[in-house]
């Protein structure tokens, strides 16, 4: 069965406190890994796609890898501003595309 | 320049009517995703159109739903006989692929709310 799980579930970190998010993945055949952060009451936002394994992305202070189980979204020197849910979710190669959203990692960062 | 719109913003309706729910979706992108988000919950895909070719409705949670895409641009997601458990903020985002990858734009949402 196709699933995403996110640990941990809430992150609590210092202002500069670097750290990383893990999306673990289970899917027949990967179409694209997404990454969005979502702030409360709005719309997700989106951040990454991935597609195979060794592939890295970098935003700012956000850097995406992936590999066949899992990515990680790493957070370098963190700021209040970057507290948000940050969500993972794989395409999978089915007949209809489904995209499975894993459950988000809520995070919060203390100035 | 303009990105993703959806109406309506929101829409109140009563129990067993059908509505109809429109995004926008920004011009040239190829490909459009249907998602519903329920108060507290997850994101649930719904589905997913590219270009022009017809999508594979499986990913719909009821034979009540229906979506279609005209002209690879506007997309209508249409509810029949609604429920009460068809609540939730309904967000459409379309997509640019490029060498680098693809780039998804979401649209601000439709809240339904079925009483």
């Known amino acids: 069965e196709d699933q995403v799980t996110q640990s941990p579930e809430a992150l609590r970190l210092q202002e500069g406190e670097s750290s990383s998010l893990n999306c673990s993945y289970t899917?027949?055949?990967?179409?694209?890994l997404f990454w969005y952060r979502q702030d409360p009451g709005k719309g997700p936002e989106f951040l990454f796609t991935?597609?195979?394994a060794g592939e890295e992305k970098e935003k700012e202070r956000l850097k995406a890898t992936l590999t066949k189980k899992e990515s990680f979204l790493h957070i370098t020197a963190p700021k209040p501003e970057d507290s948000a849910t940050y969500l993972c979710?794989?395409?999978?190669?089915?007949?209809?595309?489904?995209?499975?959203f894993g459950p988000g990692t809520s995070l919060s960062v203390i100035p | 320049g303009a990105g993703v719109s959806q109406s309506p913003s929101n829409k109140v309706t009563e129990k067993g009517k059908d509505v109809e729910l429109r995004c926008d979706p920004i011009?040239?992108?190829?490909?459009l995703y249907w998602y519903r988000q329920s108060l507290g919950q997850g994101l649930e895909f719904l589905i997913y159109?590219?270009?022009?070719?017809?999508?594979?409705k499986s990913g719909l949670p009821s034979d009540r739903f229906s979506a279609e895409r005209t002209g690879g641009s506007v997309s209508t997601l249409t509810i029949q006989r609604t429920q009460q458990e068809d609540s939730a903020v309904y967000l459409c985002?379309?997509?640019?692929?490029?060498?680098?990858?693809?780039?998804?734009?979401f649209g601000p949402g439709t809240r339904l709310l079925v009483l």
């Open positions: 985002a379309s997509s640019l692929v490029t060498r680098l990858g693809e780039t998804q734009y």
């Open positions: 899917v027949s055949g990967l179409r694209g």
């Open positions: 991935l597609y195979s």
């Open positions: 979710a794989v395409q999978a190669k089915t007949s209809y595309d489904k995209v499975i």
């Open positions: 011009s040239g992108h190829t490909a």
């Open positions: 159109f590219q270009g022009n070719s017809a999508p594979d």
